[in-house]
């Protein structure tokens, strides 16, 4: 195996460690198309249209993935979520 194809290989490895969580956000009955997606830009840095894509799908199918990373990055996120009004956990 040669010097580069060994990097990759670490790589790769060194990848499958670094356990990948999702903050999962919930549909409710009280929070406002608007406010969720004002949310999202703010905590997730979602585009426009990312927030208003998750809004509507958490919306029609009562849960969508809205961030994804390293539970230290996504805590903290996900408590501004909750702060916010809105219904999510780490998963």
């Known amino acids: 195996m040669g010097a580069k194809e ?32 004002t949310t999202l830009m703010d905590v997730c840095e979602h585009t426009p249209e990312q927030a208003e894509q998750c809004s509507l799908i958490v919306h029609y199918k009562g849960k969508c993935t809205v961030k994804t990373g390293e539970y230290d990055d996504l805590k903290p996120r996900c408590s ?12």
């Open 80 to 91: 501004r979520l909750l702060q916010a009004g809105l219904s999510a956990e780490i998963v």
């Open 6 to 37: 060994k990097i990759v290989e670490e790589l790769l490895l060194e990848e499958e460690t670094v356990r990948q969580n999702e903050i999962v956000l919930y549909n409710d009955d009280v929070n406002t198309f608007d406010h969720v997606i």
